[in-house]
């Protein structure tokens, strides 16, 4: 796999509405022509967006995936594949760092795999289930939002209206300090806790979860960008 030296960090920049890539010394070494980008490299590529298609890149500049996407997620690694889910045609599969195809164009929408876990949710016909590192659905697609299991493998799902948790398997389980009726209301059920909302790093792909609208607080650092190891949190839709 690919190793970044010193000098091959690099830092996304933006001005007037382009996107492009500096060193820690301030020297531009990737141009500023790009209308969007990912935030960091991994296994020596990072997406970026130009003339309305995304592509991926290297260090240099180099084009190594062509720009034919209408949408690109950062890879993550899984085993010893890193994948990237890319949306072409209105529809969304995976692929490797070499542009190879390992999960079909196929989905309406897909989360990134979560950094080291071999499993992500997608959605078919408007309904979210989940799928393996090979493609093979092992949650139905029946739910109508998108799920993230946590580290205990139990995921928040809500089907038809009402909330619940469900584990790795798909089965229904209790969950302490949770109502499973989105809509009771009343003041005596102790239970209800506040909303909760799924995030991701737009940088590393770290999956978390937090209350209301507050971005999640974790004791992690985000270990796919260097100046500061800050997260960057994106709302899972």
């Not at 970044?4 to 007037?16: F, G, H, M, R």
């Not at 003339?51 to 010893?80: L, M, R, T």
């Not at 760092?97 to 078919?124: H, N, Q």
């Not at 100046?227 to 839709?237: L, R, T």
Request: aromatic share 14%; with cysteine.
């Amino acid at each position: 796999p690919y190793k970044s030296e010193p000098e091959d960090v690099l830092v996304a920049v933006k001005q007037k509405g382009k996107w492009g890539f500096f060193n820690f010394k301030g020297k531009e070494v990737i141009p500023m022509k790009y209308e969007d980008c990912h935030f960091s490299f991994y296994s020596g590529v990072t997406g970026v967006k130009l003339n309305g298609k995304w592509g991926f890149i290297d260090h240099k500049g180099v084009e190594k995936i062509p720009f034919q996407y209408d949408d690109a997620k950062s890879f993550s690694p899984i085993g010893s594949d890193n994948y990237a889910g890319v949306k072409m045609n209105d529809k969304w599969g995976f692929i490797n760092e070499k542009g190879k195809e390992l999960i079909p164009f196929k989905y309406e929408d897909v989360l990134s795999f979560p950094r080291g876990k071999a499993s992500t949710c997608v959605k078919i016909d408007g309904k979210w289930g989940a799928i393996d590192q090979k493609g093979k659905m092992f949650i139905d697609a029946e739910y109508d939002e998108s799920f993230v299991f946590d580290a205990g493998g139990e995921a928040r799902v809500k089907k038809d209206g009402r909330q619940f948790y469900i584990n790795i398997i798909g089965r229904e389980i209790e969950k302490s300090n949770y109502s499973s009726n989105a809509n009771n209301n009343s003041s005596s059920n102790t239970n209800t806790p506040k909303k909760t909302t799924n995030y991701k790093c737009k940088r590393c792909n770290m999956s978390a979860v937090s209350n209301d609208d507050f971005q999640p607080k974790v004791n992690s650092k985000c270990i796919r960008y260097n100046a500061g190891n800050s997260h960057y949190w994106e709302k899972v839709k």
